[in-house]
């Protein structure tokens, strides 16, 4: 059964305070130039750094340098490092070597150092019959 009244009839339409097609067309339109812009600006930068850095002349090759950078400097052999240190060290604990020849001062091995501390004991001091002292 088809109704009588139609849609005109009674007035109904859509909403056209709502969306505001022609606000949205145009902000997109907007968005569209200000990307082309910031794309134009983007690429002219990058056109004048390419034409300095030509005109600077050739690029130097930073490996060809021999100069090494200031310290403290990264570790290329961490492992090789640490057993040199541990060699350098073992042959100071376990070697005879002079501190100052002239005042007749030595480093001898640490095995030797702790045999002759337990043969002789450990050094003391003088006591006055203080508090500490013994009556």
Known sequence: MADS???????VHH???????????GFGLGLVGAALVIHLGVWLVFRAFDARESA???????????TLP???RLQVTPRQDLK???????EILNSYRWVDKNAG????PIGEAMRLTVQRGL???????????GR
Request: no cysteine.
């Open 5 to 11: 009244h139609s849609t005109d009839e009674h007035g």
């Open 15 to 25: 909403e056209q305070s709502d969306v505001n097609v022609r606000a949205l067309f």
């Open 56 to 66: 600077s002349g050739p690029l130097r090759a930073l490996a060809a340098e021999q």
């Open 70 to 72: 200031p310290e403290p």
């Open 84 to 90: 040199d240190l541990r060699a350098q060290e073992d």
């Open 105 to 108: 001062v030595v480093r001898i």
């Open 123 to 133: 050094p003391t001091r003088e006591t006055d019959g203080g508090p500490r002292g």
